[in-house]
């Protein structure tokens, strides 16, 4: 099927490697140039069972997807539909039926829309055991392909290199993201000129930033089966960084004064950790082990509107599932778009990128 409008596939190495960022930070731009614009997600993975659907949403729509819509205020004709939505039941089945792979799905083609971006799979792999991999994908479409990898080590380069070898002329480039400061000079001076010269380019590096990487009191709630204990109407605030409350009362002062925007887990007995953590930059309480904390401990938590939660687990496990979050974390809140779409103009050429993709904004009267 003839595709008559370009498309843009924005992929990654890896998962969790800010694909929705990028849809996010590059879609108002490109509409602020006049140019018209429709977005989608050709393949959804759906393993959560529908758990994860955000209020008000529908349960076979894709959780991205429908943020990203509701977020950007997308008509209903800018919106392309999934071609292909699996379940843990439908890859089962398809492993059933042997060796040979179906044929792949067809996109629908949009004819109002002057560039079409769609967000591709997780990896450079998924989708493959469908014919619907991100490399399947955009040579169905005749799609460029944006590739957005996480750099914070010199390990980018060989991803980035592979990528390059399997995906060849359909990848247009590259935006380097979650930089770290002190990492950036060393990809000023290192990685994006040897990218370049092995044929990747580099449209940018967004820099890390701590509210991008940060999570909500109602997701911990969520990942943790959490009880609210006070503060329930305060699950909205965001928590960047994670402490353990393990230590004597005065070590954890010290500790507490340095973070901020912080959860912190310590055992339901340990009032004296709990006060401290309270008087510092605490936007989370999380207390283990089964003990009902003091009524002063829940008397002040209500003072400073601090939500105080209580989990059936130890303290590593509540650990683990709260940095397995924060690894995970999905872009969900008005905030958090506002910062996306600021680093994006900042610091990503899409003046080069358009040009790449032979595209030229209308000329305004």
Request: charged letters at 20%; proline letters at 6%; a negative charge.
């Amino acid at each position: 099927m003839p595709y008559p409008t370009k498309h843009l596939l924005i992929g990654s190495p890896e998962a969790y490697s800010g694909k929705s960022a990028a849809v996010l930070g590059l879609i108002p731009q490109i509409l602020e140039r006049g140019l018209r614009v429709a977005y989608g997600k050709p393949l959804s993975i759906n393993f959560s069972g529908g758990s994860d659907e955000l209020p008000g949403g529908d349960p076979d729509v894709d959780l991205d997807v429908q943020f990203i819509v509701s977020a950007l205020n997308l008509k209903e004709q800018q919106v392309v539909p999934s071609t292909l939505t699996l379940t843990e039941a439908d890859v089962q089945q398809r492993l059933r039926l042997g060796p040979s792979l179906p044929q792949a799905p067809v996109l629908p083609a949009i004819a109002q829309a002057d560039l079409v971006v769609l967000e591709g799979p997780s990896t450079l792999a998924e989708g493959t055991l469908f014919g619907f991999s991100l490399l399947q994908q955009a040579e169905q479409m005749d799609a460029a392909i944006l590739l957005v990898a996480r750099c914070q080590t010199l390990a980018v380069v060989d991803e980035l290199l592979a990528a390059k070898a399997q995906l060849g002329d359909r990848l247009a480039g590259v935006v380097l993201n979650d930089v770290p400061k002190a990492f950036s000079p060393a990809v000023d001076q290192f990685v994006t000129p040897f990218l370049e010269q092995n044929g990747i380019a580099v449209f940018g590096q967004i820099p890390s930033h701590p509210l991008l990487r940060s999570i909500s009191v109602r997701e911990i709630v969520q990942k943790l089966g959490a009880e609210v204990l006070c503060c329930g109407d305060r699950l909205n605030l965001m928590v960047e960084q994670l402490t353990i409350g393990a230590m004597n009362v005065n070590s954890a002062l010290r500790y507490f004064n340095r973070a901020s925007n912080m959860a912190v887990v310590t055992g339901g007995d340990r009032t004296d950790i709990q006060l401290a953590a309270l008087e510092a930059s605490t936007n989370c309480l999380i207390l283990t082990g089964h003990f009902l904390p003091n009524s002063i401990v829940i008397n002040r938590a209500e003072d400073l509107e601090v939500p105080v939660l209580s989990v059936d687990l130890d303290t590593l496990t509540t650990v683990e599932l709260i940095d397995k979050a924060f690894s995970q974390a999905r872009f969900s809140e008005t905030i958090k778009v506002d910062c996306i779409l600021q680093l994006f103009k900042q610091n990503v050429d899409l003046e080069r990128l358009l040009a790449q993709l032979e595209i030229k904004p209308p000329v305004r009267a």
